[in-house]
Structure formats: structure tokens, C-alpha cells
């Protein structure tokens, strides 16, 4: 009788809310490689929810009509995972993108790794084993296009295509502030594009006419 009691009290009482386990790392971006209009990535962050494997991101582009940089949310989306090395032994973390929705989208592949520290101290009372930096490549394609805005304006796009190595670094405040508040991945990211707001970084808008201009092409080793 008392067990099926407490039973009963510990069913009533409310939940308390899981610990956050949200990383946030800034990300670079250094072109390598034959590329085409390749010359508009200018960083960003990573938002990893460890707890559930998700992976969204802020990327800073530069438009290539006006040069001002904009950002947009969640073209670097995908998957978080750990292993361990056959050969030594030692833990790594890994994050995997890939996109393609088309001839006439962009089409990216996306993947970083690093090796993980042990208990590392992320916020709201969390220890985790992470990687505090990640590198690894990016490459990107799309091809041109027309398309008409919404005054019948005729719109081109450039296509593109390159390669970047990227570098991941964790953001150890801005991790521990998102995990301190317990907010989930998707407030982690709205506090992210207010942060680029308010330094004057606008999310992407519909682009300006442009005449149809002679591709760029640059190589490096």
C-alpha cells in the first residue's frame, strides 16, 4: 500500500525540464581549389543539439550585387555523431551535411571532424566529452538562373562552384549562456540572427536585377 502511494505521488509531481546540451561554434571558411563566383562565404555558427544528434546552422554571405553581407538560416543542416578510432583508440566527434534538390539548386556537401576532450564544462551543470575544433572541407555548386521578381524584373543568378576548408571553433560563452537559460536548439538559433541583427547583418531578401555578367574563375593550390 505505501509503495503504491509514493508510486502515485512521484507520478503527480511535475517533471523538471532536461538539462540543455547545445554547442556553438564559429565557423570559418577559407576557399581552396578551382572555384567559380566562389568568393561569398564569410563565416557563421553551428548550433548542435548533442542530446538529439541535430545539426542547423547561421551562415554570413556577401551579395554579390551589392557586397553586403546577409545571413541565412540552416543551409549547413544535418547530423552530429561520436566514434572511436580502430587504430588508436581515441574519441572523435563528426558532423555531416549534404543537400541536393536539384538541377537548379544549390547542392552542397558538408563534413567536419575533431577530437574529442573529456568533461568539458558547457553550462547549467553539464559536463560532456566534445570537440572543442573541428575541420574539414565544404564544397558547393549551383547552376545560373533566371527567374522574374515580383515588379516583372528579370533576375539573374550567377552560378558557382567550389571547395572550402572549414574550421568549427566552440564558443564557450555563448554555449554556456544557451545552456545556463536551458534554451532549445531553435531559440539558440533565433538568439544567434538577433545577435547578426543587431550588428547590422540583415536576413537574406530577394536579390536586385542584374545583366548577365562574364563568370569569375580563380584557382589556388
Request: no cysteine.
Amino acid at each position: 500500500m505505501k509503495r503504491a502511494l509514493l508510486a502515485a505521488l512521484l507520478l503527480a509531481l511535475p517533471s523538471l525540464p532536461a538539462r540543455a546540451q547545445i554547442l556553438i561554434y564559429d565557423l570559418s571558411f577559407n576557399t581552396t581549389g578551382p572555384s567559380v563566383n566562389y568568393d561569398f562565404l564569410e563565416g557563421g555558427f553551428l548550433i548542435v543539439d548533442a542530446a538529439s544528434n541535430a545539426v542547423t546552422s547561421v551562415v554570413i554571405l556577401t551579395d554579390p550585387n551589392t557586397n553586403i553581407p546577409y545571413y541565412t538560416t540552416g543551409v549547413l543542416s544535418g547530423t552530429y555523431m561520436e566514434m572511436v578510432s580502430e587504430g588508436s583508440g581515441s574519441e572523435y566527434a563528426v558532423i555531416t551535411s549534404t543537400s541536393s534538390a536539384g538541377a537548379n539548386a544549390d547542392n552542397i556537401a558538408f563534413q567536419i571532424l575533431g577530437k574529442t576532450s573529456k568533461n568539458i564544462g558547457i553550462g547549467s551543470g553539464n559536463r560532456l566529452s566534445i570537440a572543442k575544433k573541428l575541420s574539414g572541407y565544404l564544397l558547393a555548386s549551383a547552376a545560373e538562373s533566371t527567374s522574374l521578381d515580383n515588379a516583372s524584373n528579370t533576375v539573374f543568378s550567377y552560378g558557382f562552384a567550389g571547395s572550402s576548408k572549414v574550421t568549427a571553433s566552440l564558443q564557450a560563452g555563448l554555449t554556456s549562456e544557451v545552456n545556463d537559460e536551458r534554451l532549445a536548439a531553435a531559440a539558440a538559433l533565433e538568439l544567434l540572427t538577433t545577435e547578426l541583427e543587431n550588428r547590422g547583418i540583415q536576413p537574406e531578401a530577394s536579390p536586385s536585377p542584374t545583366a548577365s555578367p562574364s563568370a569569375t574563375v580563380s584557382i589556388s593550390n
